[in-house]
């Protein structure tokens, strides 16, 4: 068995709830759906300090690069207001 970090963690009842929900419809254990969600925000701010970092050497990326970024991945586009 793979070794395991236990923690306790406290929730709003809604959300401790919804969690449950969703862990049920994902058909996992509130467990691996907490660990799911937490590797995907550990992976959204790795990426976000990642860009941040190329942003830094290479300038800001412009519109037509993030257009396409949008496009491969398959994300509707938001219209930006200035």
């Known amino acids: ?30 467990s691996a759906w907490v660990t799911a ?16 970092q190329w942003e830094a050497e290479d300038g800001a990326f412009d519109e037509q690069e993030l257009r396409a970024a949008t496009r491969a991945l398959g994300l509707v586009e938001q219209v930006r207001h200035a």
């Open 37 to 52: 969600a937490a590797a995907d925000r550990l992976r959204n701010e790795l990426l976000g300090e990642a860009l941040d």
């Open 1 to 30: 068995m793979a070794q395991v970090d236990r923690l306790s963690v406290a929730l709003p009842l809604e959300m401790g709830g919804a969690v449950r929900d969703a862990a049920a419809r994902a058909g996992v254990s509130v």
